[in-house]
């Protein structure tokens, strides 16, 4: 009696165990699996950056810290851009927020580059590069209108940060310098301004994330001090006046 008991308890310990094992094991597949999809999130952000100023330019990984995306941090690049000139190195810089900015040679900021204004960058002086990227393959920028498309609150979060912000906030700058104060971003990821029966492109943005995501995009355009909402007419409605 005593033997079957034993043997029973035994086996449901072992049972019990293996269920854990299998457990443990899929939430590092989740958790890999969800890393993957936000570094791949990140190399877009990248590739569509580097179009806006280096249209045709190739990337690739140099070295980034372990668990850069879940850690943010500062990461490296080379850029080829130019066949006739040598290849550029930038830094990837990251932050807890999911905003990224990059470095060229860790004194130009990109994204000011774009917009034809100087700038002193962060300089990176204690970078821990304790993952390096040996090998890998060139990427070709390309224009955001490649980038994934968010699924989720974290993956939109990343998609304002990444793609959407900068390039929001230099068509506003454009577009107040021309005594304009609101657009519209339709489903297509089009911009456009009305002027009575006239309609203006104005901007894309590419493939937008699905509507049901969009309370979240006009949280964090209110958040940044604009007027954002949803309209009928299926379209984001943005002003700052």
Sequence with gaps: MWIIVGTISIVAVIAVSLVSVFILKMKRRRA????E?????ISAGISARLHAVYPGSEWRWVCRPKNFVTNKGIARIEVSHNPNENNLLMDVCLNINGFMALHVLNVVDLAQMAADTEAVGMAATSMDFSFLVDGDEFISSVSPTSSPK?????TLTSWYNIVLIDKLTALIDDLHAKGEVCFFIGQDGRAYVENDDDVSIVSEFGEMPDMSLWEFITEKLSEAGLLAETQKDNCIFISWA
């Design 32 to 35: 890999r699996k969800k890393e």
């Design 37 to 41: 999809l936000a570094l791949q999130g």
């Design 150 to 154: 968010p699924h989720d609150k974290e």
